[in-house]
C-alpha cells in the first residue's frame, strides 16, 4: 500500500515536471545571456532529462527499500567500486566545481590549496579507519564510538556535533544550487533554494541510501565526464600546452606572474597551515562521508571503495588546475560577462558555468549545469540523510528502549527529520546568499577535525578513553571551533564589517584540534573508573 502511494506521487510529479519542462523550452526566461548564444531548449532539455532520471532512481529504490538496514546503509549491498563513485561523488560536489574554479579566477594558484587538501584526507581514512569503521558499526560512526563508550552522553555529543557539521556542509550546496538556479532559468534565488529543498526531499524520504548511493554514481560519472570535456575544449585553446595555457593567464590578469605564487600563504603561514590541517584531516570526521562504510559487506570491500574513491577524486581535483587556470584566461576575454562594476555576472562562484558556454555554447552550458544541480542534490540528499540518521537512531534510538514496533517509529522520525533538516537547509542557505561556497566547506571540514575526528580516532586506537573525556573533548573542540571562527577574519571582519578580526588565524584548526585531544586524554586519565571494555560489534 505504502509503495503504491510512493509510486502514485513520483508520477504526478512526473507530469508536473514535464509540463515545466514543455512551457520551459517554449518560452525560456533567464537572467542574462551567458556568451554562446544564451540558453536554449536543447539546455533546458539536459537540464530535465538529469532530473527525471534521478527521481527515476528514487522510485526503483523506494520499491527496495522496506527495512531500516535497506534506508540506513542500502542493506549493505554495496560493491567497493560502486561505494567508491558514491564517496568520490560527495567530494566531487558542484560546491568543489563551482568554487574551487571560483577561488582560482579570483586569486590565482592559492585557490588550488583546497583542492590539494580535500585529496590528501582520505588516505588518512584508508588506514586509519575505513576497516575498523565496518567490523564495528551498524548504522553511523556514532555506532562504533559507542561500541566503545557507554553512557548516553557519548551519543547526544557525537549526534549533536554531526548535526552541526551536516548544517555547515549544507549551506554551501544550497548556496550553489540557488546561484546555478538563478542563472539558468532567471527564477529568484529564494525559489531556486526552495525547490531543492523540496526534491532532496524527495530523493531522501522515499528512496533512502539506496537512491542517494545510485544518485551519487550517476552523477559522478556524469561529472567526470564533462568536466574532462571541458579539460579537452580548453587544452584545444592553447594547442595542448599547459604551460601556454599559465603564461596566457598571467598576461591577462591584473596581478600578472602573482596568481602563480602562493600569496595568502606568505601573508598568513599560520592560517594556510591551519587550513591544511582541517581540510586533511576533516575528511575523516564527515559524517555524510564516514556513513558510506556500512553500505559495504565488509572491511575488505570498506578498504577497496576508499581505494577508488581516491583515485576518481584525484583525476577530477586535477582537472580543476585545468578549468580554474581556463577560466582565469578565457572569461577575462570577454567582456559581456562582467558587470558594470567589474564582477562576474551571476557572481564568482558561476565561471565554470559560463566558461562552459564560452567553449560550447548553450548545450554544454546547459549540460554543465544540469550535472552540477544533480550533484548538489545527490551531497546534499547524503547530507541530510546523515543528519536526519543522528536524530532517529542516535538521539531517538538512545532514549527508546527495545519494544515491537521500534524500527518502524524510527524510520517514521527519520522521514520527519528529513523533512525538518529540509526546510531548516532552505532557511540557512538563503540567509548565507553570496558566500563563497569553498569556504564555507572549509568551515564544515574545520568543525569536523575538532569535534568528532579527535573522539572517532581516540575511540578506536587508545584504550582508555573514557565517556566523559569523549564528550568533554570534543564539546571543547566544537565549541572553540564555532567561537574562533566566529572572532576571525571571515565571519568577524567580512560580515559583520569590524576592521579587524580578534583571532587572526582562519580556520582555526591548527588551535582546535590539538586542544580537543589534550581535554580528551586529560579528562580520561583523571577521571577514576573501571578500565573500560575492548569494542565489541554492534548488532
Avoid at 522510485?59 to 560493491?79: C, H, L
Wanted: a positive charge; hydrophobic letters at 55%; aromatic letters at 12%.
Amino acid at each position: 500500500m505504502f509503495l503504491s502511494q510512493i509510486e502514485k506521487r513520483v508520477v504526478k510529479l512526473k507530469r508536473i515536471l514535464a509540463m515545466i519542462f514543455f512551457l520551459a523550452t517554449a518560452n525560456p526566461v533567464y537572467a542574462s545571456e551567458p556568451a554562446g548564444g544564451g540558453i536554449s531548449g536543447i539546455a533546458i532539455t539536459f537540464f530535465f532529462i538529469i532530473i527525471l532520471t534521478t527521481l527515476g532512481i528514487t522510485w526503483w529504490a523506494a520499491k527496495r527499500t522496506k527495512t531500516a538496514s535497506d534506508f540506513y546503509t542500502a542493506g549493505g549491498n554495496i560493491t567497493g567500486l560502486q561505494n567508491g563513485l558514491a564517496i568520490a561523488g560527495d567530494a566531487m560536489s558542484a560546491g568543489a566545481l563551482l568554487g574551487l574554479t571560483a577561488l582560482v579566477f579570483a586569486r590565482g594558484f592559492d585557490g588550488l590549496i583546497y583542492a590539494i587538501g580535500y585529496t590528501t584526507g582520505l588516505p588518512i581514512v584508508v588506514f586509519l579507519m575505513a576497516a575498523k569503521m565496518r567490523e564495528l558499526g551498524k548504522y553511523t560512526f556514532i555506532d562504533v564510538v559507542c561500541a566503545r563508550l557507554p553512557g548516553k552522553s557519548v551519543r547526544i555529543f557525537s549526534a549533536s556535533a554531526s548535526l552541526i557539521i551536516v548544517l555547515f556542509y549544507l549551506i554551501a550546496q544550497m548556496v550553489g544550487a540557488g546561484q546555478l538556479i538563478e542563472v539558468m532559468f532567471g527564477i529568484d534565488y529564494v525559489y531556486a533554494i526552495m525547490l531543492v529543498g523540496i526534491l532532496m526531499i524527495l530523493y531522501v524520504t522515499f528512496g533512502g541510501m539506496m537512491a542517494t548511493t545510485w544518485v551519487q554514481i550517476v552523477k559522478a560519472v556524469l561529472m567526470i565526464a564533462s568536466c574532462l570535456f571541458l579539460c579537452f575544449l580548453i587544452m584545444r585553446t592553447v594547442g595542448f600546452s599547459y604551460a601556454e595555457l599559465l603564461k596566457k593567464a598571467v598576461r591577462i590578469h591584473p596581478l600578472g606572474g602573482r596568481i602563480l605564487i602562493p600569496g595568502t600563504l606568505t601573508q598568513a603561514p599560520w592560517s594556510a597551515f591551519s587550513l591544511g590541517i582541517a581540510l586533511m584531516l576533516g575528511t575523516a570526521g564527515l559524517p555524510h562521508v564516514l556513513m558510506r562504510f556500512f553500505t559495504v559487506p565488509d572491511a575488505k570491500t570498506a578498504r577497496s571503495s576508499v581505494g577508488w574513491a581516491t583515485l576518481f577524486m584525484n583525476i577530477f581535483y586535477l582537472m580543476i588546475f585545468i578549468i580554474g587556470f581556463g577560466a582565469l584566461y578565457l572569461l577575462r576575454t570577454q567582456p559581456a560577462l562582467f558587470d558594470a562594476k567589474g564582477g562576474l555576472i551571476g557572481g564568482s562562484n558561476t565561471a565554470a558555468l559560463h566558461l562552459a558556454s564560452v567553449l560550447g555554447g548553450a548545450p554544454l552550458f546547459g549540460f554543465l549545469s544540469a550535472v552540477a544541480f544533480s550533484t548538489i542534490l545527490a551531497v546534499v540528499a547524503g547530507l541530510t540523510l546523515s543528519g536526519a540518521s543522528a536524530i532517529s537512531h542516535d538521539i531517538y534510538g538512545c532514549f527508546s528502549k527495545e519494544k515491537p514496533g521500534k524500527e518502524k517509529t524510527e524510520m517514521k522520525i527519520m522521514k520527519w527529520a528529513v523533512v525538518f533538516l529540509g526546510g531548516l537547509a532552505v532557511i540557512l542557505g538563503i540567509a548565507f546568499k553570496g558566500q563563497n561556497i569553498a569556504y564555507m566547506i572549509s568551515l564544515a571540514f574545520s568543525i569536523s577535525c575538532s569535534s568528532t575526528f579527535p573522539v572517532l580516532i581516540l575511540a578506536i586506537y587508545w584504550r582508555r578513553l573514557t565517556s566523559r573525556g569523549a564528550v568533554w573533548g570534543g564539546a571543547t573542540g566544537l565549541l572553540f571551533s564555532l567561537i574562533l571562527t566566529a572572532l576571525g577574519p571571515s565571519v568577524w571582519v567580512k560580515m559583520l564589517g569590524h576592521t579587524a578580526p580578534v583571532f587572526a588565524i582562519d580556520p582555526p584548526a591548527i588551535i582546535t584540534v590539538p586542544l580537543a585531544f589534550v581535554v580528551c586524554i586529560v579528562a580520561s586519565l583523571l577521571e577514576r573508573e573501571p578500565a573500560p571494555q575492548p569494542m565489541t560489534k554492534i548488532s
